[in-house]
């Protein structure tokens, strides 16, 4: 059995002070896929010094994204970032750095490499050149999902905090949200390509079968974590090769808001090799 897990950190230092590395050494996943690590090469590297091999790709953004990869199995490759969407000559760094990496990791006993991906899509704001941004980069996850997913017999992962919520059952107050970055019609039908075009399989939808959530994310304001008022945006995709394989998909949501490391909950999944 592997345990794959995937957690947006909310900044990887912050997380590691509120607890997440009791977390991790409880759960002990095989591949650990992290998002909004916002921290260098060396940081993360302190943070998981020995049995771990790490492929990080920090934004050029300062404090921004920053998406990771670790695994205790062998790595035979490491792939980062898609093209960036950043005109010649723009003053700002791209916005699309930090957001994409790709792991192959040979798993014993199996005779295919295993691709694992952390993923972190862009939030965007509803009617400004943020939206803009996402649905641009949406495109090119799209076109890179394609190519991971043309060979049926492919093994791969694709994870993390994608920022849209597919269906009304993914958040909480789907009504008051219709008009908001993240339940867009225009951002869910990017979830239809890849379900029903490209072939990719939504394990937390497929294991939690027609319930409502289970949430991943909740606004550290108010109420939301305590009343449940959150938005399932955290996923792990898989092929339907590697689909196949999959035993149990988990949520693992705090047991109180203090106990919290992130505004998000990992989602962590195992697989029969």
């Known amino acids: 059995m592997l345990t794959i897990a995937t957690v947006n950190v909310n900044g990887i230092r912050a997380a590691v002070k509120r607890g997440m590395l009791d977390w991790v050494a409880d759960r002990a996943p095989d591949v650990l896929l992290l998002q ?17 091999h790490v492929a990080h790709q920090a934004s050029d953004l300062k404090g921004r994204a920053g998406v990771a990869v670790l695994s205790r199995l062998p790595v035979s490759a490491v792939r980062v970032g898609l093209e960036h969407l950043h005109p010649a000559g723009a003053a700002e760094p791209p916005v699309d750095t930090g957001r994409w990496v790709e792991v192959d990791v040979e798993v014993p006993g199996c005779a295919e ?9 862009h939030s965007g704001t509803a009617g400004t050149p943020k939206m803009d941004e996402k649905y641009a980069y949406l495109e090119k996850v799209t076109a890179r999902l394609g190519e991971l997913v043309v060979d049926p017999e492919r093994l791969a992962v694709v994870a993390g905090d994608l920022n849209i919520a597919h269906h009304e059952a993914d958040i909480k107050n789907w009504r008051g949200n219709k008009k908001a970055a993240g339940f867009l019609p225009e951002e869910r039908a990017y979830l239809d390509r890849w ?7 939504d394990l937390g939808r497929r294991f939690a079968g ?22 399932r945006i955290d996923y792990q995709l898989a092929t339907p090769a590697l689909a196949a394989r ?14 919290r490391f992130s505004d998000h909950a990992p989602v962590v999944a195992t697989y029969d090799f």
């Open 246 to 259: 999959a035993k149990s998909v988990d949520v693992d949501r705090a047991e109180s808001y203090e106990a």
């Open 36 to 52: 909004e690590v916002r921290a260098t090469d060396e940081i993360l590297d302190g943070f998981f010094p020995e049995g771990w």
């Open 210 to 231: 027609a319930v409502e959530g289970p949430y991943t994310w909740w606004s550290w304001r108010g109420q939301a974590f305590v009343n449940d008022s959150g938005w």
């Open 195 to 201: 379900f029903d075009g490209l072939g990719w399989v």
């Open 113 to 121: 490499v295993v691709t694992f991906v952390s993923a972190y899509v």
